[in-house]
């Protein structure tokens, strides 16, 4: 059986893809860059703002630029969020209930900084289902995803061996952060009805697809 589940956040747990990709959108256009959607994918959705800054902007940046730029791509991406309908993947809230009810341990895994980490918990209500100290993020000392430190240090958390883990994820980096973490089963969360053919995974398109075996290894 799974002894520990680890859930990626953007994408996997809360479908807004399209709000960070919009949010990207209008960061790039002021700053006179451009990206198409696929490469979003490829060099931005799963990696870290310090990463993803690092690579778009050519010149050498400070941590304070980093800081600077990050906000206020954030801030874009958090105003879109309270413009929408907020709330977690459909099915989400049930699992997590059904996870502690079988007291298997669970947390999240994210490249999300601490900036939106606390922006979710206050409007996802995200204390209500998840332990704040348990949590890993982007906090400046992590490797981006593909880099399987995340999930590594996520696995130390809940105290669960990677033979025993089952996490899900959404975006190529990520799902690729996975498996270099060695865990024994990965489930891809097709939000945005993507082609993860070439994965060879269980996909779900959320998280009320989950059967009674999910947590079989």
């Known amino acids: 059986m799974v002894k520990g589940v680890i859930f990626d956040f953007n994408g996997t747990l809360f479908f807004d893809t399209h709000l960070h990709n919009q949010a990207w959108d209008v960061f790039l256009d002021k700053h006179s860059l451009k990206l198409s959607d696929k490469e979003k994918d490829q060099k931005i959705h799963g990696k870290n703002n310090q990463e993803i800054l690092t690579n778009l ?8 630029d980093i800081k600077k730029l990050s906000v206020e791509k954030e801030d874009i991406y958090q105003t879109l969020c309270l413009k929408s309908k907020m709330q977690l993947a459909p099915g989400a809230v049930n699992f997590i209930a059904y996870l502690a009810d079988k007291e298997i341990p669970y947390t999240i895994a994210t490249a999300s900084d ?3 980490l ?19 993020y982007s906090d400046g000392t992590i490797k981006s995803k593909p880099n399987p430190e995340i999930f590594i240090k996520a696995m130390q958390t809940i105290g669960v061996h990677p033979n025993s ?5 959404d975006s190529p980096s990520g799902i690729a952060a996975a498996e270099n973490a060695k865990a024994e089963k990965i489930v891809i969360v097709n939000s945005v009805n993507g082609d993860y053919s070439h994965w060879n995974h269980p996909i779900i398109s959320d998280f009320t697809e989950l059967d009674q075996n999910i947590l079989e290894i």
């Open 57 to 64: 902007f050519s010149k050498e940046l400070t941590l304070d």
């Open 114 to 116: 601490l900036y939106n």
């Open 165 to 169: 883990t089952l996490i899900f994820e």
């Open 118 to 136: 606390e922006f979710y918990f206050e409007y996802l209500n995200l204390g209500k289902y998840f332990d704040f100290s348990q949590i890993v």
